[in-house]
């Protein structure tokens, strides 16, 4: 059984920054894609960075610049570094596991709330 946990979310300022954690157990970790999605208030589920197993990133034109998708794979865990922070960045910050071969199946773990406000 695959599960996926977010963590690192809070209450940050304009301008500050965070890094949100998602760590996955039950599949090899080495093979899996990671994404991080968010959602802000009465909004849809939004693309915001994604990582491949072999490292290759890809970033939603509005955080570009500003955050960093990153992996550990010696800790089976995915970052999103997030810097210069503005109010709206905040969302529940999701994170999409894709298993890659041979399945490719996802997971989603229960999000995380990132609020930024003065």
């Known amino acids: 059984q695959v599960r996926v946990v977010e963590s690192g979310g809070g209450l940050v300022q304009p301008g500050g920054s965070l890094r949100l954690s998602c760590t996955a157990s039950g599949s090899d970790f080495n093979r899996a894609g990671v994404a991080w999605y968010r959602q802000p208030p009465g909004e849809e589920r939004l693309f915001v960075a994604a990582?491949?197993?072999?490292?290759?990133?890809n970033y939603a034109d509005a955080v570009k610049g500003r955050f960093t998708i990153s992996r550990d794979n010696t800790m089976n865990t995915a970052y999103l570094q997030m810097n210069t922070l503005k109010p709206e960045d905040t969302a529940v910050y999701y994170c999409q596991y894709n298993t890659g071969v041979p399945d490719f199946r996802d997971y989603w773990g229960q999000g995380t709330q990132v609020t930024v406000s003065s």
């Open positions: 990582i491949t197993g072999q490292g290759n990133t």
